[in-house]
């Protein structure tokens, strides 16, 4: 038995293909992104939480926008590729 959530392993092994497909997946780059900043005021300067930030992309956007992020994911696979995108 483990103490890591159940769905982190799936995460980990999906890492690198969420990471590749992020970027231009339709439900991702057209859906979810931009409905998420249409959402939010002004970031820059602003410290925000990516809660599940999955492989960085919305986190290296808000950081384009001048956003101070803090990105935070049950997965390390995840995180590494969020580390190296923002």
Known sequence: MTDR?????????????YDAQGADKPANAHH?????????????GHRVLDAGCGA??????LL???????GLD????MLGYATERA
């Open 64 to 70: 384009e926008r001048g956003a101070l992020v803090v």
């Open 32 to 44: 979810e992104r931009p409905a998420t900043l249409s959402m939010l005021p002004a970031v820059s």
């Open 74 to 77: 049950s997965s390390a696979e």
């Open 56 to 61: 960085g992309h919305l986190s290296a956007e």
């Open 5 to 17: 959530p159940l769905a982190t392993g799936a995460f980990d092994r999906l890492a690198s293909g």
